[in-house]
């Protein structure tokens, strides 16, 4: 279902799979989440290993509305995330990079 040559990954919410992508719009949410630092920061957050769960949470959220999920935060931090928590900052670093990548793996 997800295409990572397009930035997606599979997130499985309660049972249920759905995409994420960091679009445009979903980076300007998440720069607007995050209400201080840049998207720089963020990344190298991750890259360090010094995130938080809220760093985590804005990400797959900015990611599964990007992808078309019409949830809440609230409704995401309720949700049973497959994996847990390891597993819900892997896909948030995962996003994180795929948005970034350039293309052809360059």
Known sequence: MANPWAGEVAVDLNGERFCAKLTLGALAELEEALEAGSL???VERFESGRFSSRDVIALLL???RGGGWQGTA???????ISGGPMAAARLAAELLARAFALPGGS
């Open 74 to 80: 609230d409704d995401l931090r309720k949700a049973d």
């Open 62 to 64: 900015a990611g599964l």
């Open 40 to 42: 720089v920061d963020l």
